[in-house]
Each structure stands twice: as structure tokens, then as C-alpha cells.
């Protein structure tokens, strides 16, 4: 017959983990510290005349982008496109291109999605290179479709204008 150890085992010593206990919640509490922290930097060109302060400044976005279907590129088309685009809406005379969409077609049954992405990107650098003014601050995306005929692109461009408040509030 066994008989039982009325003995209770010696407790473990965790004093040890402390430091480490410490290190985490202090990594912890920065994660916590850098996720609420917004990092915007002030921009302060392209103001209209009538701006006082730039700090209250910002862009206003159109709601209607252009969208246009190209087969080959021509800047002095796009260009073109762009001016009766701005008179066909309306648009202020300080707007300029924020955004552009260019859009890759191809044909599923003998290219792939990243034969159109080159398109597209080939399409971009020669806009790039054709010194259109209103693109000079637009950012620029690419993608591919199969939605339209192979060996065209389709751009989107949104535009914005920057407005200024006159007086702080």
C-alpha cells in the first residue's frame, strides 16, 4: 500500500516573467498609441485667390467621372476629350484630374488578365510622357476587364476642385 504525501508540492517561482509581463503591455499600449494616430500632412498649393488661411482649405470632389473607351493612344485626343468634358459639365475653371482609372481590356480565350494590366500600364506611361497638364497630380490605378473588346483601354478619370473658406472657424 502507497501511502499519500500529505506534502503539497513547492510552489514555482514567476517572479522571473515580470520583465517580460512589462514588455509586452508597454508593446501593447504602443500598438494602441500608434493605431489612434492619425499621420495627414497639410497641403498647402493650388489655393484660389480668395483663400485667407490654407489650413481651411480642401478638394471637392465631382461626383460624374468621365469614362472614356480608347483603342489606341493620342494625347491630343485625350486632351481634347478632357476640355469638352469640363464645358459639357460644367465643370470650374480650376479643376484638375485626381484620379484616373486606366482599364486594361483583353480576350480570355488567348491572353491573360496580366498581358491587359501591361496594356493598361504601357497606356499610362505614354500619358505620363504626353505632358497633359490637368494629369500632372492625378494618381493613377490599373486593372483589366474582359467586359470590353481586347486591345482597347478604358480610362476614368475623377475630377476635383480645390475650395477655400474665407473665414476660420
Known sequence: MRKRSSAQPP???VTFLA???YA????AMMVVFLATVSFIPEYLGNLQQGATNSAYSYSKLYEKPMIVVYEGFNGNQIATDIRAFIAD???SADSEIVYAQIV????????TAADAIVRAQQFSTKMDTSNIDILLNASTTLSSTTSV?????VVKFTFATNVGVKESP
Open 149 to 153: 473588346p481586347s486591345n482597347r483601354v
Open 19 to 21: 520583465g517580460w509581463m
Open 24 to 27: 509586452d503591455l508597454f508593446l
Open 104 to 111: 486594361g481590356s483583353y480576350n480570355k480565350s488567348s491572353e
Open 11 to 13: 510552489k514555482e517561482d
Open 89 to 91: 459639365n460644367n465643370l
